[in-house]
């Protein structure tokens, strides 16, 4: 039975997802990179996004040309955006905060992933 599960063990197991690179290295720091491109990157797009949309609503304050519901509905739209890109930054810097804490080295550097795509 101890042969069995020897040879069991030691078939190398591939198809399609992540494959280890080195036998001495693991799959989570690639794992790591691959989440920490996915949350830069949505974290860029957020930011763009909501920069964005507070220009458009400062665009429609000075349209409304003093029309109360015109501006009321562009101050509102305003501080939802502004809300919006101040969570963003908040969630940003606390997950930095949590990664350094918890000894994550690359969480939000993008250098790394994409360097390591081009190259192939």
């Given amino acids: 039975m101890n042969q069995l599960t020897n040879k069991l063990l030691a078939y190398p197991l591939t ?4 494959q280890p690179s080195d036998t001495n290295v693991g799959s989570a720091p690639q794992i790591e990179n691959i989440i920490s491109a996915i949350i830069g990157i949505m974290t860029i797009i957020g930011v763009i996004y909501f920069t964005i949309q507070i220009i458009l609503a400062g665009f429609t304050m000075i349209a409304s040309q003093g029309d109360p519901k015109e501006l009321e509905s562009a ?3 305003l501080t939802t955006n502004v809300m919006g890109l101040a969570i963003i930054i908040l969630a940003y810097g606390l997950g930095a905060l949590i990664a350094n804490l918890l000894g994550m ?16």
């Fill in 75 to 77: 101050k509102k739209r």
């Fill in 15 to 18: 198809g399609p997802g992540i």
């Fill in 105 to 120: 080295s690359s969480v939000f550097n993008l250098q790394t992933f994409f360097s390591k795509t081009i190259a192939q």
